[in-house]
């Protein structure tokens, strides 16, 4: 199987009611890129953030004394931990330069989402409102301009427990299943496979994080194809809350 991991690279800087659809199809037209069915494209959150106006104005914030309190013990700045409390259920731990917590969305990762790079001095992007209803709406824009069926993943950069450094990961979904159960499944050497599930969407949300970068690469979407499961795992009902552990097993708290 041979994969294409291709980076969208003639995308406008996003401003507010930006049709993303629209300028993918154009950037695709630009670059003479064919869709294919089961093709992925992977979007990176900020650019919806800021299609969708829901930028954070961190000069209008006014912390709270529970943000100046946490703001003391990480050395960040007052009103961007406001921010985060705002933007989180659950403040799990703090520490030096980090805060751990659950969004409203039920991630669990550092600093609820919020992401300061890639857009204006003094404003901020929080994960979108709801990351799987925007690739719902993109992938059928998509689907219907080129009459395929394709998958659209909303990507995040997360750290992981124990490990350092960040990595891709899928925050939205829509047209497959983000989780691979392979339970029943034969390995080399004749054994049925008992309890694997593979978190394919974050395997394609971090393989496009390559691509896409982290500093000022401005490839924001990233199309994968060649994929011999994304038919397999078809799906226009299952979301990234799939991915999430039920807090009854998530042992790292």
């Known amino acids: 199987m041979e994969v294409r991991i291709i980076g969208l690279t003639d995308l406008p800087l996003i401003k507010e009611n930006d049709n993303i659809s629209k300028l993918i199809l154009d950037s695709l037209k630009k670059s003479s890129i064919d869709i294919?069915?089961?093709d992925v494209f992977v979007i990176a959150e900020t650019i919806i953030s800021k299609a969708e106006g829901t930028k954070?104005?961190?000069k209008s914030i006014k912390p709270s004394s529970k943000a100046y309190k946490i703001a003391k013990k990480t050395g960040k700045d007052p009103k961007l931990v406001e921010s985060i409390i705002n933007e989180s259920n659950e403040i799990l731990k703090v520490g030096p330069d980090f805060i751990i917590s659950e969004t409203k969305h039920g991630f669990v990762c550092a600093n609820a989402g919020i992401d300061e790079s890639n857009v204006e001095i003094?404003?901020?992007?929080?994960?979108?409102i709801d990351p799987d209803k925007s690739a719902e709406i993109i992938r059928k824009e998509l689907s219907e301009a080129t009459n395929k069926q394709v998958v659209v993943i909303i990507s995040d950069?997360?750290?992981?427990?124990f490990r350092e450094g960040a990595v891709g990961v899928t925050i939205g979904i829509s047209g497959m299943d983000p989780l691979w159960n392979r339970k029943g499944e034969i390995d080399l050497y004749g054994r049925t496979l008992q309890t694997t599930n593979i978190a394919v969407a974050d395997e394609l949300a971090a393989s496009a994080s390559i691509v896409m970068g982290q500093a000022n690469?401005?490839?924001?979407?990233?199309?994968?194809?060649?994929?011999s499961y994304t038919k397999k795992l078809s799906s226009i009902s299952k979301t990234a809350k799939s991915l999430i552990r039920p807090k009854k097993y998530d042992v790292f708290r």
């Open 122 to 128: 003094g404003q901020a992007t929080p994960i979108p």
């Open 157 to 161: 950069t997360q750290g992981r427990p």
């Open 217 to 227: 690469e401005a490839i924001p979407v990233v199309l994968i194809k060649g994929l």
């Open 56 to 58: 954070i104005d961190l």
């Open 36 to 38: 294919d069915d089961g």
